[in-house]
């Protein structure tokens, strides 16, 4: 039984009994006390859930013979230069491989063949495409696994070619020593693999002769591509690696000392009506970095077929050569170091059960993982401690012993606003089936229900009630605070415009302080499983700082729409300056207004959110000036080298100009043009 007929059979059943009216009184009692634990129990203790809602577990095993076959199918596409269809096959072929233990010193040949192979064969690949850096790594994980010395002579011929093609001379004359002595152990050697062998020295030595030791860095696919000249064609074979994983960039001013994710530029505040909300401390200009956060949970839920092998499972950075999860194949990571913080963090506890968790949407995913990540014995000292606080501020919540608000902290995800009061008992109801069948897996999967030394028991009733609560708080907590975490696709034939699409799902602590304006000041980008927020307008001393919570604005211009959305999602009714002025987002609308010159019909003066108007003099002459100095730009767009120019611009707008017209559209949309390409994004035709 699937997930959707498991909650239809539920459904249906407690309803023709009769017991779905009287567990409907009992939820409007319980969501007026925001009692979680006595929710959970009101499911739990109905006969139905326990024969309807306990799915079974779906099996999710390594396969050899599959692992052969996916290589040779690799192989044929290889041949024909197919090569995108080829490392698809490749990477199946190393997903279900069967995998050694972790940090396993020994390792049987026969049983990890498949594996070494597999990486053999992509490290091929990954050479033809020139991918040198991604090819060592796989030729080091093949002779890694034992493979026979006829196999590791011919892949470290390939590594040595790397090098050289990286200018590392010096590395490569230390591999070729070995290599030759390699090569007086085996046996059948062919003259055409000595010869090739003394190439390569003769190379090395060249290279070495000609003092060229540079250690060349390989200039990325994305780079090559966005340089090139616009009427350059691409193939999809060109694109395969042609994808951008940048670092965030650091804050513009020095970390709030209270909330290390802000500058000095933000600072916390709080008040009934509008919850906690994030303040500027001083004058903030276009472009400044004022928030940096790594996500405190995440889940991995491309919109794309076969995304999911395209990102890794830890940071969401886009990998086209991935490593496996040792047990499953539905997971992947980018590198070692990923793979082993997220297997650490929360795969390890959810590997058994993910093939099931994989029906359900985002939110549930990361409320699983954020209980997963913890053991039961210190989820229960920290709701202990947490419910002693709840005489606190809503500010104070969020601060450790240390009075700091840290973003990888338990504290500041359980304390994340949950709107109890405010969701449709329905919904409730909803939440509390869900984080049944969420306890469920916890306990099928064996790993989060055991002892200090790792033995598996019997939770009872009151360790299954403490965490179907709190699956309860989390999901409440994820579907408001919960982010779209997305990508740039980019046309490379066409680099000046892109289309996002989803990759996952991110929970932030700091971030999720922010309130919505559907005109918002602020705009994260999504690098990976982090985020960095920029100011995109001018932001005055005092003034609250706001992003926007769903679709960038211009895509969905129609006021009652936005509010639809903000309703039924994070349950409020939106009363921002844009809504309350019904300002005109859409390029298409304002061009009903254009008429080839600048149309304004007053000009006035910001200064701490109080308007006032001013004689049409100065101001206008001064806009009208930089109006016909900027719109010729503007014709051409993501030029990076303007950014400056375009920002003095919005600057002038916001501190002169009350409510947006085409001119002030066109530039933002610029604005975040290229700071949107600055971020996560993939070439693709």
Same mark, same amino acid.
Do not use: N, W
């Given at each position: 039984m699937d997930l959707h007929h498991a909650l239809y059979s539920f459904i249906s059943t407690i309803t023709s009994n009769g017991k779905l009216p009287e567990a409907v009184r009992k939820f409007h009692q319980y969501q007026q006390d925001e009692n979680t634990t006595d929710m959970f129990k009101c499911i739990y203790k109905m006969e139905e859930a326990h024969t309807f809602l306990k799915l079974h577990i779906q099996n999710d095993c390594k396969n050899g013979k599959?692992? %052969?076959? &996916?290589?040779?199918?690799g192989n044929v596409f290889y041949k024909e230069k197919q090569l995108k269809d080829a490392l698809e096959k490749y990477n199946k072929c190393i997903f279900s491989a069967p995998h050694p233990k972790l940090h396993c010193k020994k390792v049987d040949t026969n049983e990890y063949n498949p594996l070494a192979m597999g990486y053999g064969n992509r490290s091929a690949l990954l050479f033809r495409l020139r991918e040198y850096e991604m090819c060592i790594c796989d030729i080091d994980r093949s002779i890694h696994l034992c493979i026979p010395k006829n196999t590791q002579f011919k892949l470290e011929q390939r590594k040595?070619?790397?090098?050289?093609?990286?200018?590392?001379?010096?590395e490569a004359q230390d591999l070729l020593?070995?290599?030759? %002595?390699? &090569?007086d152990t085996l046996q059948n050697v062919k003259e055409c693999e000595k010869s090739a062998l003394s190439n390569l020295v003769q190379q090395c030595a060249q290279g070495l002769m000609g003092g060229q030791i540079r250690n060349k860095k390989q200039k990325s696919k994305y780079e090559v591509i966005k340089s090139a000249n616009?009427?350059?064609?691409f193939s999809n074979d060109d694109l395969i690696f042609a994808y951008n994983n940048p670092r965030p960039p650091s804050l513009d001013d020095e970390p709030n000392p209270t909330i290390p994710a802000f500058s000095c530029a933000l600072k916390l505040q709080y008040s009934p009506?509008?919850?906690?909300?994030?303040?500027?401390?001083?004058?903030?200009?276009?472009?400044?970095?004022?928030?940096?956060e790594t996500a405190y949970s995440s889940c991995l839920k491309p919109e794309e077929p076969n995304s999911p092998f395209s990102f890794c499972t830890f940071c969401l950075a886009r990998c086209a050569a991935p490593i496996p999860c040792p047990e499953c194949t539905k997971v992947v990571f980018c590198n070692e170091g990923c793979r082993s913080k997220g297997l650490d963090k929360f795969h390890m506890k959810e590997c058994p059960v993910y093939s099931n968790l994989l029906e359900y949407d985002r939110d549930v995913i990361i409320s699983y993982r954020t209980i997963a990540g913890k053991s039961i014995d210190e989820l229960k000292v920290f709701v202990s401690q947490f419910q002693k606080e709840e005489h606190k501020s809503p500010l104070e919540q969020l601060l450790n012993e240390d009075q700091i608000c840290d973003s990888d902290s338990y504290r500041g995800f359980y304390f994340l606003d949950v709107n109890i009061k405010s969701v449709k008992f329905m919904k409730l109801f909803d939440y509390s089936v869900?984080?049944?069948?969420?306890?469920?897996l916890l306990i099928q999967s064996n790993r989060f229900f055991v002892t200090n030394t790792g033995d598996k028991y019997v939770p009872d009733e009151e360790d299954i009630a403490f965490i179907g609560s709190l699956l309860i708080r989390h999901l409440l907590a994820c579907s408001c605070n919960s982010y779209d975490n997305v990508e740039n696709h980019v046309n490379p034939n066409e680099n000046t415009s892109f289309n996002q699409k989803k990759v996952g799902a991110v929970t932030f602590i700091a971030l999720s302080m922010f309130n919505h304006s559907c005109n918002p000041s602020a705009m994260p980008l999504a690098y990976g499983n982090a985020v960095v927020c920029r100011a995109i307008h001018f932001i005055p001393s005092g003034s609250q700082v706001f992003i926007n919570y769903i679709a960038p604005y211009y895509e969905e211009p129609n006021r009652e729409t936005r509010r639809k959305i903000l309703s039924d999602t994070y349950l409020f009714n939106c009363k921002c300056d844009a809504c309350v002025n019904d300002y005109r987002f859409s390029i298409r609308s304002l061009e009903e207004d254009y008429s080839g010159s600048m149309l304004l019909s007053t000009i006035e003066k910001r200064t701490s959110r109080t308007y006032w108007e001013l004689e049409?003099?100065?101001?206008?002459s001064e806009l009208e000036a930089l109006y016909k100095r900027i719109m010729p730009k503007l014709e051409i767009p993501a030029q990076h080298s303007e950014l400056n120019v375009y920002l003095e611009a919005i600057e002038f707008y916001d501190r002169n100009v009350v409510g947006p017209d085409l001119f002030y559209i066109m530039l933002e949309?610029?604005?975040?043009?290229i700071f949107s390409l600055e971020s996560s994004c993939n070439f693709i035709n």
């Open positions: 599959l692992s %052969i076959k &996916l290589r040779e199918e040595v070619q790397c090098l050289i093609a990286m200018e590392k001379y010096e020593k070995k290599s030759e %002595i390699l &090569l616009a009427s350059t064609s009506d509008q919850g906690r909300y994030v303040v500027a401390t001083r004058d903030i200009k276009p472009g400044e970095v004022i928030a940096v869900l984080a049944f069948m969420l306890t469920h049409r003099t100065d101001s206008l949309d610029e604005i975040r043009l």
